[in-house]
């Protein structure tokens, strides 16, 4: 996994906030980073700026996300936005370091074990857990769940 370090200056609104989406969204599509958003020049935000931040975080559940050197009114932001769910805070960079080196990478494979894929038949929408072979409960057809998470329409035999 690799590692992006992103100094957050000036005012961290709608710009600021598309702005890092189209930077990142290329690299973190095609594979999972640990990413450290470093607050301290952070001068002023908006609710857009922050949850653009979120959005980013969420559509790239593989990668991981922390925050640090965050002033009191922004901490109490980020914790009225509920970022902290997806992007968790701490007062020094080494302790960021630490969380993405360790604690985080743990509590991601936890999470990433369980996700989504579509039924190719009915395309109803069903809980997975990794490739495999998936029976559908709505159509009962049976179909294969590769490694990057595309579906086929046939049974693989192991």
């Known amino acids: 996994m690799k590692e992006l370090i992103v100094n957050l200056q ?7 906030g598309s702005t890092f989406r189209e930077k990142t969204d290329d690299i973190l599509i095609n594979f999972p980073h640990r990413i ?3 607050a301290r020049e952070l001068q002023g935000w908006d609710e857009a700026g ?3 931040l ?3 975080s969420l559509s790239h559940a593989r990668s991981i996300y922390a925050a640090c050197s965050l002033s009191e009114a922004l901490a109490k932001d ?3 936005l509920r970022l902290n ?3 968790p805070y701490f007062s020094t960079r080494e302790e960021a370091k630490t969380y993405l080196l360790s604690n985080g990478v743990e509590e991601k494979q936890t999470h ?3 996700s989504t894929a579509t039924c190719p038949a009915c395309l109803q929408i069903l809980r997975v857990q990794g490739k495999g072979n998936y029976r559908c ?3 009962s057809h049976t179909f294969y769940l590769t490694a990057d998470y595309r579906t086929a329409s046939y049974e693989k035999l192991f």
């Open 10 to 16: 000036g005012k961290l609104d709608s710009i600021l």
């Open 36 to 38: 450290l958003l470093d």
């Open 50 to 52: 922050l949850t653009l």
């Open 54 to 56: 979120k959005n980013s």
């Open 78 to 80: 980020w914790d009225r």
């Open 85 to 87: 769910e997806t992007i």
């Open 112 to 114: 990433s074990l369980e």
């Open 137 to 139: 409960p709505t159509c």
